[in-house]
């Protein structure tokens, strides 16, 4: 395998896959993830997307667990919204707290799941107007029936095709936690969709992603020179799990103004938590790929022209999506606390032009009815 691939070989459970399957499954590249938590407990409800289940907590009374498929991908505390079990949500959490001020904030959520950092948000400023980006709307009436929704708006659909239709300067806060599975889906991860993310955040906006890998490592870093195409600014924290030489959660945070990265990792440390904040990100990087759409090797660093940007220096990678169908499919995504508690969900379909556009819910019991072909739209919190 030529030396610019290797570390999309470890991106698959340490198994060399012919990019021709990845390309079967719609453009989603696939992320092993061995020795995560599982669980086999048979799934309560049996949505287009996962089998999912629902488990309480032994240790708490009002705790729950979302499982979909065999993993574990949310945390919920029905008693107290800002009790945040898992070391990711704990990161993502600091960094809007570290990093926007103020409780006016418009925030966009790319993945549901069981909405913990949206009510977070909800409990904690409860002005922010919350847009909830969520492919599979039975997960949604699941959540709803067992949990109960923050105020927020919904929208589901496939979340690269939400971001594309919402406006200019219009978030302060994206978080990227799309994840099911064990792999990640590719269209959320490359530069096209980080640059509309970009486009959609204000000035002084951030994007937080929940990224999971191990070994080399070679997603994060991959992901964090994708990151630094699109803005000027990029830090990333590195989970306890990665630290022991394990696979597990590392969350990325950038934007386009300097980023507050001691109080990022300061506030870490006042939760007893461990984690590693990478000193020099573009070391870190070193000639990683960058990850595009239509998966084709171009320039490497050596070869680049002297006033390349620093971007366009490092080696690239892309795959070529195939024409979006509408029709469902079943393709794997990431999963997410491998360790202390794992997250899965199964992809997102995509859909082309002739599909319709993703559906927008406000989400404030009763539920009200859905809107089949509005573009997302948000609403102030109750």
Known sequence: MPPALTGIALWVSNRIVDTSLMLSASGIAVLGVAGVATTDTPCDVQTPYYCLSIEPDPELASGRTLVLDDLRHSYVDLDDPTHLEFWYIRRIADAIETQIPGNEIDVVSVGGGALTIPRWLAATRPATTQTVLEIDPELVDVVED????????????????????????????VVGDAFGSRSVPWHLATSEFVADVDRILRDDGIYVVNVIDGGSESFLRAEAATFATSFDHVAVLRGPALLDGAIGN???????????????????IATGDEGDLVADVEAY??????????????TSSSSAPADATRSDRRRRVSFTLPERPCARRRPPIASHSPGES??????????????SAPTARASNRPRPTRSRSSPPTARASA
């Open 146 to 173: 067992e949990f109960g929704l923050p105020p927020v708006t919904i929208v589901t659909g496939d979340g690269r095709q939400a971001i594309r239709r919402m406006a200019d300067d219009s978030a302060d806060v």
């Open 250 to 268: 590392s969350v990325i945070l950038a934007g386009d103004h300097p980023l507050d990265r001691d109080a990022w990792r300061a506030a870490m």
């Open 285 to 298: 990087v070193g000639d990683a790929l960058v990850l595009t759409d239509d998966f084709r090797r171009s």
């Open 342 to 355: 794992s997250a899965a969900a199964r992809p997102a379909p995509t859909c082309g032009p002739s599909c």
